[in-house]
């Protein structure tokens, strides 16, 4: 069900008129009695969640990074190599799916910003 959903949604987005939206909007309402169309709604709904968070990650830091050396932030805090950063900052794809920040590693990358903020303002 889930990936009928994308493949609708895909030829939603992508649609260049009003007329093949509403087919689709159709083809959607149809859908919408099966059983699994709820939870299919659902998991698509936390998917574009995870996803806007992502993007919120990156936009937060892109005036940031130019600043810091992510090298030293993924070694120190991470035990992780830059590229590893870089992959999940950028979303690469990674053994066949994006690469994102698991909400741990949120919090790490907050607090080694907050630890890097303070050790600086020592100075």
């Not at 998991?43 to 995870?50: F, I, L, Q, T």
């Amino acid at each position: 069900m889930k990936n009928r959903l994308e493949i609708l949604k895909e030829r939603f987005l992508n649609a260049s008129t009003e007329r093949e939206r509403e087919a689709i909007d159709l083809e959607i309402r149809k859908l919408a009695v099966a059983p699994d169309f709820s939870e299919s709604m659902v998991e698509m709904a936390r998917e574009s969640a995870d996803e806007a968070e992502e993007l919120l990650v990156r936009k937060r830091l892109e005036e940031v990074l130019p600043m810091i050396s992510i090298s030293y932030i993924a070694r120190t805090y991470f035990h992780k190599s830059r590229q590893w950063f870089y992959q999940k900052l950028n979303g690469n794809t990674v053994n066949g799916k994006p690469a994102r920040f698991t909400p741990e590693e949120i919090e790490t990358l907050n607090f080694a910003l907050k630890d890097m903020s303070r050790k600086i303002s020592v100075i």
